[in-house]
């Protein structure tokens, strides 16, 4: 029971606690004296709400803070978890979008193509199929994607293979929903081929 | 309010966004190198059988799988 309550001090002091954290190991505390009262031998089980880390306020509009944390999250794989960087360049639908801390709230849309991190002097690049990417007041962001791959796992020879197959799909196609797909595939892989060289 | 901006290509083509982004997903899992390629298009292989119900009774069920049997 110390162990537990320690953790919960430790979680505290790593976020900054707000008025959310504290509702939120109220209702936890509830939980855990019911559940000492109706059965004192067994070990509670760890409920949802301990699990959950709180976030920064949203709130805090007078600081803007130095870096923003970036999550990463695909299909298969969170990318990055509470990753600090400066900026954070996403390809939204209506082109390539620099995201700073203190940047306002928005949510955009993703195309295909190239998202960069920069952490200083290095800059990590994925390459992002589609998703949404949701900044919020308190300099997070969140981009979601259905495939984010580092470019370094991207295979140049595939792209070039790809880009001729669908440039040859494109002028075969004769409906609508083939046009579609073929166009669709030569957007990707135009943007998996400047993102390469770019 | 005004409506929105101009449909996308494939929404007027009748796609949906989801076969849309899953498409733009295959389209870079096939980009990949090895061996992430092949770990790529694992993940995506289904395998399930489907039966029909008709007049409440099950008819012979199908199997939809990736791998031949």
Redesign the interface.
């Known amino acids: 029971m110390l162990r537990r309550a320690t953790t919960r001090i430790l979680s505290h002091r790593r976020h900054c606690s707000t008025a959310e954290a504290l509702k939120v190991t109220a209702a936890d505390d509830l939980f855990m004296a019911a559940w000492k009262r109706t059965m004192p031998n067994l070990d509670p089980p760890k409920t949802p709400l301990s699990f959950l880390q709180p976030r920064p306020s949203t709130a805090s509009a007078a600081s803007i803070p130095s870096k923003m944390t970036i999550n990463l999250v695909s ?2 794989s969170s990318g990055l978890s509470n990753k600090q960087a400066h900026m954070v360049i996403v390809p939204a639908t209506t082109g390539q979008m620099g995201i700073l801390p203190g940047h306002v709230a928005s949510i955009s849309e993703l195309k ?1 193509g190239l998202l960069s991190i920069y952490e200083g002097n290095e800059v990590t690049k994925y ?1 992002i ?3 949404f990417a949701f900044v919020h007041s308190n300099s997070v962001a969140d981009i979601i994607a ?2 984010a ?1 580092p470019i370094e ?3 140049p020879s ?2 070039q293979k ?1 880009l001729a197959e669908f440039t040859q799909k494109l002028s075969t196609a004769s409906t ?2 083939e ?3 073929a ?3 030569l957007d ?2 135009s943007a ?1 081929n400047s993102s390469l060289s770019g | 309010m005004a409506s929105n901006a101009a449909v996308p290509f494939w929404r007027a083509a009748g796609m949906t966004y989801i076969t849309y982004s899953n498409l733009c997903a295959n389209l870079v899992s096939q980009c990949l190198k090895e061996p992430y390629r092949s770990e790529a298009l694992n993940r995506e292989k289904v395998h399930f059988s489907v039966s029909k119900w008709v007049d409440g009774k099950p008819e012979k069920p199908t199997t939809r799988s990736d791998t031949p049997e």
Do not use: N, T, Y
Request: with cysteine; proline share 4%; charged share 20%.
């Open positions: 299909s298969c295909p390459f199929s589609s998703g259905a495939e791959v796992q991207v295979d595939s792209v790809g609508d929903l046009k579609a797909e166009q669709i595939g990707v892989l998996l």
